[in-house]
């Protein structure tokens, strides 16, 4: 079955700097990549996903970028604001069907002011 | 906007007792999904529901576990008796169709096995 490794566990950057965040996945027939936002003490809510029919997504401050001839993904966060501290999963999963969506472990983002 | 409710929100309960979690999906979603989530970590699935159809419940305990959506609207996942390895949030989640598509979570229930 799918496997996602997420990295770093905690990153920490001060306001205004990038935050970048990066996923493996092990099943090649995974094509939908969704990254989910969980402040805390609230339900993850997603935040940008991707296709593998493309290699990058943009949505103002926020980037996905696709390799998947090396099976991994990453998330961009620019110009970093306090309020983008929260934890963040990457998943990997089907497109299509009922196979499921399987996630990462979470990344803390601390932002400093 | 709608939202995924859940019930209750809080749970604590002795060891060897049993407890129920009940959901109710964004109307008119046909999966439904129920999550746990063991602190720092992410969401692991349980068992996923198309309409009334468990379609997926291969990391559910089935010994102590069960789930059902009787009229492919709400749910609810049980489990007797507890363990105390089963303190964890439960989250549920639902969405239009499974595949590809946006999963929307409600505010989860934190059990915490004594």
């Known amino acids: 079955g799918e496997n996602v490794e997420q990295h770093p566990s905690t990153l920490s950057v001060q306001e205004g700097d990038s935050a970048v965040i990066k996923c493996t996945y092990s099943?090649?027939?995974?094509?939908?990549f969704p990254w989910y936002k969980q402040e805390l003490g609230k339900r993850p809510q997603l935040i940008i996903d991707?296709?593998?029919?493309?290699g990058e997504k943009k949505d103002q401050r926020i980037a996905v970028t696709l390799n998947k001839t090396a099976k991994h993904f990453s998330l961009h966060i620019t110009e970093t604001q306090p309020e983008d501290s929260a934890v963040y999963f990457c998943a990997a999963g089907p497109n299509t069907g009922f196979q499921k969506l399987v996630f990462g472990t979470g990344t803390r983002l601390l932002v400093s002011p | 906007e709608a939202e995924v409710a859940q019930s209750p929100r809080y749970k604590i309960t002795e060891k060897s007792q049993a407890v129920a979690f009940w959901c109710d999906p964004i109307?008119?979603?046909?999966?439904l999904y129920w999550y746990r989530q063991i602190l720092g970590q992410g969401p692991e699935l349980l068992v996923q529901f198309q309409d009334e159809s468990v379609v997926d419940d291969s990391q559910l305990p089935k010994d102590r576990f069960s789930a059902e959506r009787l009229k492919g609207v709400d749910s609810t996942l049980k489990i007797q008796p507890a363990e105390l390895g089963d303190s964890a949030m439960y989250l549920c989640a639902s969405s239009l169709v499974s595949g590809g598509n946006e999963q929307y979570f409600g505010p989860g229930t934190r059990l915490t096995v004594t």
């Open positions: 109307s008119g979603h046909a999966t």
């Open positions: 991707i296709r593998s029919n493309v």
């Open positions: 099943d090649s027939a995974s094509n939908y």
